[in-house]
C-alpha cells in the first residue's frame, strides 16, 4: 500500500490592492480583505497525484498570483455536509466540492445560504448559486486511446475505471473510440474497481489484465490508480497517467497523461472574484478548446512524424 502524504490545513493571509470600478458586494475585495476559498477535496484526501491535487494546485497558484486565501478539508469521513458547513462558518466567498459526492451537501448549503456562492466540480445544479464545472473527458482520453492503438504491440490494451459513474465512463468511451480509430484490430479490456481509493485493487486489476496480454493500461480511478501505474512500472508494460501529469509517480512506464485541467478551472474562478466578477451560477463544459483536457508530453516511446500529425489533427492544431 502507497502512504498517502497529508497536508496540514491553514489559511493564507495576504493583502490584495483594492480593485478600481464596480466591485461585487459578494466578495471581500471592497473591504481590502483578500478574496477565499472554501475546497473539499474527495474521500481519497490530497496525495492522490491527480484530481484533488490538482485543485489544491489551483488554489495555490491563486494564492500566489493573485493574493487570493483559502482552506480545505479531507472529508475521510464522507461527511461532506459537516465539511461544507465548516469552511462556510469561516466566511468565504466561495465554497468549491468536487467530485459528484459533494453535490447533495453543497446543494443542501446552498439552499440554506442563497447568498452564498458554491462551486462544484464534474457535478452540476440548477440552483442559482451554485456554478457547475464539468470536462469534456472523452475528448481528452480520445488522444490517449490514439497513442495507445498506434503503439500497442499485443494489440490488447486496458482501461481500469473507478465507481461506474457517468464522469467516468466518458474517460473509457473516449480511450475505446480514440484506440478503434488508430487500430481497428487492437482489444480493450475494461474493468472497474468499484473505489478510487485502493491501490491494491488497482494493481491487482493491472495484473490481471497483464496476463491476458495487456501493454498499455489507463486508469481513470484515483489513488487506486496510483496502483495501476505502479503495477505497469512492476509488469514492464506502459501506463498513462490520468488529470495531472503522473510520469513522476513511474517513470519506467508513464508515456503520457491525460490533463484534466481543474487546476485552471479554479484558477480562473478565483481570478474571477478577485476582478470583482460574480459567480454566475450557470454551466461550463470544458474541453480541448476551452483548455479543460489536453495531453502531457510523450515519453518513453518512439514517436515518428506522422503519428504526431494524426494526434495534431485530433487536437486541432
Not at 200 to 213: L, P, R
Not at 278 to 303: C, F, H, T, Y
Request: aromatic share 8%; with cysteine; proline share 3%.
Amino acid at each position: 500500500m502507497i502512504v498517502k502524504h497529508l497536508y496540514i490545513p491553514f489559511v493564507f493571509l495576504s493583502i490584495v490592492i483594492g480593485l478600481a470600478g464596480c466591485v461585487n458586494s459578494e466578495t471581500k475585495t471592497n473591504t481590502g480583505d483578500p478574496v477565499s476559498a472554501g475546497l473539499i477535496v474527495t474521500d481519497s484526501g490530497l496525495g492522490d497525484d491527480s484530481f484533488s491535487d490538482s485543485a489544491f494546485q489551483g488554489l495555490e497558484q491563486a494564492r500566489d498570483e493573485l493574493g487570493i486565501t483559502f482552506d480545505y478539508r479531507e472529508p475521510f469521513d464522507q461527511d461532506y455536509e459537516k465539511h461544507a458547513r465548516n469552511l462556510l462558518e469561516q466566511d468565504h466567498d466561495v465554497i468549491i466540492g468536487l467530485g459528484y459526492n459533494s453535490q447533495v451537501a453543497i446543494e443542501k448549503l446552498a439552499k440554506e445560504y442563497p447568498e452564498q456562492s458554491f462551486v462544484m466540480i464534474d457535478a452540476i445544479s440548477e440552483l442559482e448559486n451554485v456554478t457547475s464545472i464539468t470536462f469534456k473527458e472523452d475528448e481528452g482520453s480520445y488522444l490517449i486511446g490514439l497513442i495507445a492503438g498506434m503503439k500497442t504491440e499485443t494489440n490488447t490494451v486496458g482501461f481500469i475505471g473507478g465507481e461506474e459513474i457517468p464522469v467516468v465512463e466518458r474517460f473509457e468511451e473516449g480511450f475505446k473510440e480514440g484506440v478503434k480509430e488508430a487500430n481497428p484490430e487492437a482489444h480493450v479490456l475494461s474493468e472497474y474497481s468499484g473505489t478510487f481509493d485502493d491501490d491494491d485493487q488497482g494493481a491487482s486489476i493491472t495484473k490481471a489484465m497483464v496476463e491476458e496480454n495487456a501493454d498499455f493500461v489507463f486508469p481513470a480511478a484515483g489513488f487506486t490508480g496510483i496502483g495501476v501505474l505502479k503495477e505497469a512500472q512492476r509488469q514492464g508494460i506502459h501506463a498513462f497517467g490520468v488529470d495531472s501529469d503522473q510520469f513522476f509517480v513511474a517513470e519506467e512506464a508513464v508515456v503520457s497523461s491525460m490533463l484534466k485541467n481543474v487546476n485552471v478551472a479554479l484558477y480562473n474562478v478565483m481570478k474571477q472574484l478577485d476582478e470583482g466578477e460574480k459567480l454566475d451560477g450557470g454551466a461550463q463544459s470544458l474541453g480541448i478548446d476551452e483548455d479543460g483536457v489536453g495531453l502531457a508530453p510523450i515519453r518513453l516511446i518512439e514517436w515518428t512524424s506522422e503519428e504526431q500529425e494524426l494526434l495534431n489533427d485530433a487536437t486541432g492544431q
